[in-house]
């Protein structure tokens, strides 16, 4: 549908904000070969974040924006925390309710949409943090998993609770030093990857967002999956900076820091049978081939 | 698409789409022998529900099981049973924001448990219809009739309507869609029975043909944007999220909170129509009163007639809507009552404190009788503390 629903009535058009004007012009709604590379070339779905100055979450926040197959069709579902500040900012309707039922609220709301647009694709994506995601809403992120609801949760891991001062989450890394665990946490990272495959998974990604390519990869894919198959999952490793005592020019050196080879954020990525006999589908290239050999 | 322009034709279940007033006023009734868990099953059967989301807790799970039966037999769109009852009422928001007609059960521990969202129904401007057969909240576990459950969501912003009888039941399922969806209201309702004396007991019920249907809900007669673009997104949110710290993001948190009252008040003039007023009175120029709501009104009137008998007169003033509560309407109905009994259910009191601040002269209020922890409370027990008091004031009121 692209613009359709977000053109404006020329009787009043110079009265609309200009961001809306830009949204109208240059937004990127229906382009089908959308991605991170729009960034800068086109008007954003996110209209300026109010983040930290470098913070790896924002350009995070721009990339999964930016790489949403459809955001015409797409409702997003947040929680509170750092993204929440941002969300009222971003151009695609999304939802804030409580902290840590972001799963639960996405999976009320996918099931309203299909019923309510049988002939159409609504996508549903969520966006939370890893308390949101791991600690407090745990139940309801697997949950959702084990239902086979149809939508992407994204998680920004940055390894502490940050919208609310670094404290100890689930997702720190044993022996980390933070507030609420003052004499460095006591247990692993939770290996919420390892969880959602056999929690009923389709895609499972685990990367930092130092490498644009691959987060747009990973992000079409997910979403694309959800639709037709189930549920998918995908952590990306936003550091905080404030809190683990970096300055702002050195969120990406973290992040590249941390995706090496046996570390914690290396890239890995698992797709299902059934997901990949998807993807197998509507891959362009296998389209061709098989449209020479017919 | 307005609603109303839906009336004549058939939903995907191939009920007629009925007018509202003529389902409720004008339709031909049958009569049923039915529990109230039943009565669930018949009104929503009528009630074009787009989603329920079920959790089994004693005594609403014969009730929510049975709307899964609609769902199977396709009176409703979309139903699973979800995992608690935080996630319940987070899932049935879900549906809401995305435009459905929600429907959704609870009881007791479970509404406590779903408690944080009932704030967030409100500011966000959801219409979920929210059935609480209502039972025990203490320690230790208790599953039997208690309303003190009532009295602790009383401040969430919901409206609030307490169903004496089977009948009320059907009715108050009903008509509340209506009244919670109109675009000045647009707010959750909590419809509350006494669980088992209402959910679990038989009783006479009238109901219309199951050929017809009220409208479906139109999500864009809504104060707000649905969230399903079909309208357009840019720089907004749902709720009026404003975290900053300036007296602008204050104003506007502390007017939102005033609009929603605002509206739950504004629901009056819907409720009025529809329920025949927000309370009902029976020889209400008594100078001894009874005044309370939900099945404790039931045991009052056999109480006056007990009390007939020996030629002791009394009225009842029965309340049907906690929220917006019926402050002028209980004034006028009370204002030649010289004693004001409001017995109740729960150990609290907590409807005896509504009505001492909504009269002048609440000395007048007797607190009591209570009965809580599932205790019955025969009509001898109102009779006893009525003539106990009398006892005692004899000479205030013959005097």
């Known amino acids: ?294 | 698409m307005d609603s109303k322009s839906l009336i004549g034709t058939y939903n995907k279940k191939g009920q007629k789409i009925v007018d509202p007033d003529y389902l409720f006023f004008e339709a031909p009734r049958e009569r049923h022998f039915m529990t109230g868990s039943e009565v669930v099953r018949e009104a929503i059967k009528r009630a074009n529900v787009d989603v329920s989301i079920a959790y089994p807790i004693t005594p609403q799970s014969e009730a929510a099981a049975m709307v899964g039966d609609l769902y199977v037999e396709g009176y409703v769109g979309e139903y699973f049973r979800g995992e608690n009852e935080f996630a319940v009422m987070s899932e049935c928001a879900g549906a809401s924001f995305g435009g459905a007609r929600v429907f959704t059960t609870t009881s007791g521990p479970g509404t406590l448990r779903a408690y944080e969202n009932f704030p967030m129904w409100v500011g966000s401007r959801l219409p979920i219809m929210l059935n609480m057969m209502v039972r025990g909240v203490n320690s230790p576990l208790s599953i039997q009739p208690d309303t003190l459950e009532i009295g602790l969501i009383i401040d969430t912003g919901m409206l609030i309507w307490h169903a004496e009888s089977a009948q009320e039941f059907f009715d108050f399922l009903l008509k509340g869609f209506l009244v919670a969806e109109e675009p000045d209201v647009h707010l959750p309702i909590a419809v509350c029975i006494d669980g088992f004396f209402v959910s679990h007991t038989k009783d006479d019920v009238l109901i219309p043909s199951a050929d017809f249907v009220i409208p479906p809900y139109n999500p864009y007669r809504n104060p707000m944007p649905a969230m399903d673009m079909e309208s357009p997104p840019v720089r907004m949110m749902r709720d009026p999220f404003v975290m900053k710290s300036n007296y602008i993001s204050y104003a506007t948190q502390a007017s939102w909170q005033q609009e929603t009252r605002a509206a739950c008040e504004r629901s009056r003039k819907h409720t009025i129509r529809l329920l025949g007023g927000l309370i009902e009175e029976d020889n209400s120029d008594a100078e001894i009163l009874i005044v309370s709501s939900g099945t404790a009104v039931a045991q009052g009137r056999e109480a006056k007639r007990l009390l007939a008998e020996e030629g002791i007169k009394v009225g009842i003033v029965k309340i049907k809507t906690i929220r917006p509560f019926p402050y002028e309407e209980v004034r006028q109905a009370t204002k030649n009552a010289k004693i004001i009994f409001v017995p109740e259910f729960n150990v609290a009191g907590w409807m005896a404190r509504e009505i001492k601040s909504t009269i002048p002269d609440n000395h007048r209020v007797i607190a009591g009788p209570h009965v809580a922890g599932g205790m019955t409370m025969p009509p001898e027990v109102i009779v006893t503390e009525i003539k106990k008091v009398l006892a005692k004031k004899k000479e205030t009121v013959h005097g």
């Open chain 1, 1 to 294: 549908m692209g613009k359709e629903k977000i053109k404006i009535n020329p009787e009043f058009y110079d009265i609309m904000p200009v961001e809306y004007q830009e949204l109208v012009e240059e937004g990127t709604y229906g382009k089908e070969d959308r991605g991170w590379k729009d960034v800068g070339e086109s008007k954003e779905l996110i209209e300026e974040h109010s983040l930290c100055a470098g913070c790896p979450e924002s350009i995070a926040f721009r990339y999964v924006l930016a790489c949403l197959p459809a955001p015409e069709d797409t409702i997003m579902v947040g929680s509170t925390g750092c993204t929440s500040l941002v969300f009222p900012h971003v151009a695609v309707h999304n939802i804030h309710s409580l902290f840590g039922n972001q799963n639960a609220v996405a999976s009320g709301l996918k099931r309203a949409l299909s019923y309510r647009f049988p002939d159409k694709v609504k996508d549903v994506v969520v966006l939370a943090g890893d308390g949101a995601t791991v600690d407090i809403g745990l139940d309801m992120t697997l949950q959702s998993w084990f239902r086979q609801e149809k939508f992407t949760t994204i998680c920004f891991d940055n390894e502490l609770y940050a919208n609310t001062g670094g404290q100890s989450s689930g997702l720190m890394q044993k022996g980390f030093v933070a507030k609420m665990a003052p004499a460095g946490k006591k247990f692993d990272k939770v290996n919420l990857p390892e969880i959602a495959k056999v929690s009923g998974c389709h895609y499972v990604a685990k990367m930092t967002v130092s490498k644009p390519n691959r987060v747009e990869k990973a992000i079409r894919q997910a979403i694309l999956i959800a639709r037709e198959v189930g549920p998918t999952y995908i952590q990306l490793y936003t550091p905080c900076i404030l809190e683990i005592g970096k300055q702002m020019m050195e969120g990406l050196q973290e992040m590249r820091d941390s995706e090496g080879p046996n570390k914690r954020f290396e890239f890995e990525e698992y797709i299902s049978e059934e997901a990949k006999a998807y993807l197998e589908t509507i891959d362009p290239k296998k389209k061709k081939k098989k449209a020479i050999t017919a």
